[in-house]
């Protein structure tokens, strides 16, 4: 009798969360990168009190915003009571990565919210790779509002202009920017938070990653690539294909003032863009689709960024088991699904639905098959970062041509 009993329990036990039983009497610290008022804070609280009456555990969030990448890491060092933390996946592994508890000894457990198959069969795999390799072959961070970079477009404004296809090459492309102008709207805009991430995907499809990535590492963009790029963007100013607002858009101008506003139908920017103006624009309709492919030398339309926030468990946590409970809690089942609708955002399990807003850019990010790094490596050094966003604005204001682009990105 006494064989069945503990039979049970072990199976029990591993349903609910692992093969060793967890301590119900536990209480997590968990450090959020969210504010209370976003979707995602007002998600992650209710989650939390959900968890502690389903499991006992309680757990004490702090909304840091993301002031956390300033006061993580010397809480961590003070030795402050810190279970687990989450941030975006990269920032995770690279800057705290000497933090985290390795977490492949969990990833194959069967939980309460898997569906009796093991965590990690159930949960995007794309993105635990990513995490595994930026952990040197071990996953040390689990991701979970999953993100890709690509083109959000306006769907009504696309109808009106009898745009009947999203446009795959740059020729496509500029035909859809004409075709917009003949109803009054700008193809694109942009604003300084992101004509970096503009420069970095528009040299990655003339001359590839590799390329892109040498002119960063080297700092030398005295490049036929850079010059070419100055010419697409003094043509797309001259054509009256860019709004010509975008040269000082200091964000979030771009995406509210213009996009949101319906004055330009493009704009090269995260999934995470609905939610952001879901205020300024309530009944956009979101179509999404890859950066085009410009020359055969680059990359094309299947390479593309893609990444996530992540959480970390700190590995001197008295409570592992306890803290990556809470991590499947919140990136499976009811809890994945409804902060993926709540956000706007994708979700982690596989078995969750897309909001609508992103319904087409699933389809994108299920075709890419190459990452790119976030602005193709242009905001790695701030240097780089700022010369391309004084001279983009001085180039599509007509300022300087592209001649003069290229010679001041070569000093």
């Known amino acids: 009798m006494k064989r069945i009993i503990i039979a049970a329990a072990c199976i029990a036990a591993v349903l609910t969360g692992c093969a060793k039983k967890s301590d119900d009497s536990a209480r997590l610290v968990y450090w959020s990168m969210w504010n209370e008022a976003e979707p995602q804070g007002l998600v992650i609280a ?122 795959a090459s740059w020729d496509e492309f500029l035909a859809a920017c004409e075709k917009l102008k003949a109803i009054g709207v700008a193809g694109i805009t942009v604003d300084d938070a992101y004509m970096a991430c503009l420069f970095g995907y528009t040299i990655d499809r003339i001359a590839g990653l ?16 850079v010059l070419l790029f100055g010419q697409i963007w003094e043509n797309m100013a001259k054509n009256g294909y860019i709004i010509p607002t975008a040269a000082a858009n200091v964000f979030p101008a771009g995406q509210v003032n213009d996009f949101a506003a319906g004055k330009a139908a493009m704009y090269l920017n995260g999934t995470w863009l609905p939610n952001e103006i879901k205020g300024n624009a309530p009944g956009m309709k979101w179509g999404a689709f890859a950066w085009p492919a410009i020359d055969a030398a680059g990359d094309g339309i299947h390479a593309n960024n893609f990444g996530a926030q992540s959480f970390g468990i700190n590995k001197n946590t008295k409570y592992p088991e306890e803290a ?75 300022d300087i041509n592209a001649a003069q682009f290229a010679a001041n990105m070569a000093k």
């Open 46 to 167: 209710r989650a939390a009190e959900a968890f502690t009456q389903e499991t006992g555990i309680k757990v004490d969030v702090n909304f840091n915003g993301r002031d956390i990448r300033k006061t993580l890491q010397p809480a961590l060092d003070a030795g402050e009571t810190i279970d687990l933390f989450d941030e975006d996946i990269e920032r995770v592994a690279n800057t705290w990565g000497n933090y985290l508890l390795p977490l492949d000894a969990y990833t194959g457990n069967v939980y309460s919210t898997t569906g009796g198959q093991p965590y990690n069969t159930v949960v995007n795999s794309t993105l635990l790779d990513l995490a595994r390799q930026l952990g040197g072959g071990t996953i040390k961070n689990i991701p979970y509002q999953p993100m890709a970079f690509l083109t959000l477009y306006n769907k009504d404004l696309f109808t009106k202009a009898g745009i009947t296809s999203t446009p």
């Open 324 to 398: 990556f409970r809470f991590v499947v809690w919140l990136t499976t089942g009811e809890w994945d699904a409804t902060l993926a609708q709540e956000s706007l955002g994708i979700p982690m399990s596989n078995a969750s639905a897309w909001p609508e807003a992103l319904a087409e850019a699933k389809t994108v990010v299920e075709a890419t098959t190459k990452r790119l790094p976030w602005a193709v490596g242009m905001e790695d050094k701030a240097e780089i970062n700022a010369k391309i966003k004084e001279n983009f604005a001085k180039l599509i204001k007509g």
């Open 210 to 225: 590799d390329a892109a990535s040498k002119m960063v590492n080297t700092g030398d963009f005295n490049v036929p690539a």
